[in-house]
């Protein structure tokens, strides 16, 4: 008899959020899945309607396909609500010494050395995290988290602090620490704050251990820094200007924004810190257009039986400007011009223009060895150079040769 596995809905849509095989499951079967995680049937309806968008007669997750951080996206939606929720409902009537006790959740990647996430798994910045209570009459964020500044600061001094033992999102105990920086708000040269810079993790057995430092420097090109962002019972802190690009309403800037330090509390119990990065480089997607942004030439395609010998199961033709300047031209699985491309079994993209016509094809089952290849991400910018400056067409189709099974990667094409 199969054991059910005590778990929150909250702590299933993170697994669905950063193992694959757990949510390709629960797509190929979403009427039925996370029985074993203890989620019920109404949980199961909310999750299969936020990620597949499928009716009650739907009987699995065939009908829609798409890029796994697709359905993500709808899961991360889904878990701003039951953190909101979850806020709502927490404890907060005061103790008998008058004192309310306060909920800190730290996220992180696990992974110091990526501080925001690898482009390829950006839900890893939300599903692991720290956690601790703070009980005290407190009325700023600084103060419940045992921030003393110093006195008379000057732009870009530091100042760290010991907040004790902590759990992480497995119940594993280790302390937690800060480091607070005196930077300029926003253009500023007289009106200063003070930001979170990093946080520290130290003695736990997960091997989450090190320093989560998120550089304060702007992405060249652009006038945006990563920043560590805070929200107060699952709100934003405050509404903003837009500084270059479309903003969530209610988002704080991070550089441009409000310090931790004398923002209040507002009668708000539940503190969430996330990492928020508006650049590849630092594992987020762009928030805004480049003439460098990447084309998504073909999304990935899970694996099935092949119907028709020799058929060819996908197709996407898409309008794509070459910049003028462009250096390198790469097909990749990534849109930071990474990752293994592959077909099951073949692919066909054509890149029409003025300039002319060119078309890469590659069989990456070497003609039906019994298994298929992939290839590391393939250099154009050769073949593509007589296209610079220019509006081209590229259709890309992906086909079966063998039989069997059929699938696909997804593929970006990606400028430098």
Known sequence: MMSITKQTLDGFISKLMSDDTALNKFLTDPTNGGQEHGITKAERAVLRRVTAHLSNNSKNG????RDLSSYRRSLRLLQNVL????????TNQENTDGLTTYSFHVYITGDPNNPGAPYDKPSVAYTNYVSFTKSGSFTTIGHAMSFNPPSNPSQGDTSSVNLGTVSDSQGNSGTLSYTAIYLPVGTSTTNFDWYIESFTLAGFSSG???T?????TDV???DRAPFWF???NGNATEPNTNQ???LTPGVVEGDNGVGFNDFLLNSSTQIVWQPIAPDMDYGFGPCFSTPYAPVVLGIPILQRPVCKPGEMFYSNSTNV????DVSKITLALNPDGTGDVRTDDEVEITFSGLAGTYTYSHDYSQGCIGYITPIPPVDLTSELSMFKGNSINVTLKCSDKCGGVESSSGYFLVFE
């Open 244 to 246: 270059g690009y479309s």
């Open 208 to 210: 989450i251990d090190g």
């Open 62 to 65: 065939f009908g829609i396909q």
């Open 230 to 232: 805070f929200s107060l």
């Open 321 to 324: 400007v070459i910049p003028s």
């Open 212 to 216: 989560y430092d998120l550089p304060l």
């Open 220 to 222: 060249t090109g652009t």
């Open 83 to 90: 953190h909101k929720h979850a806020a709502t409902h927490a």
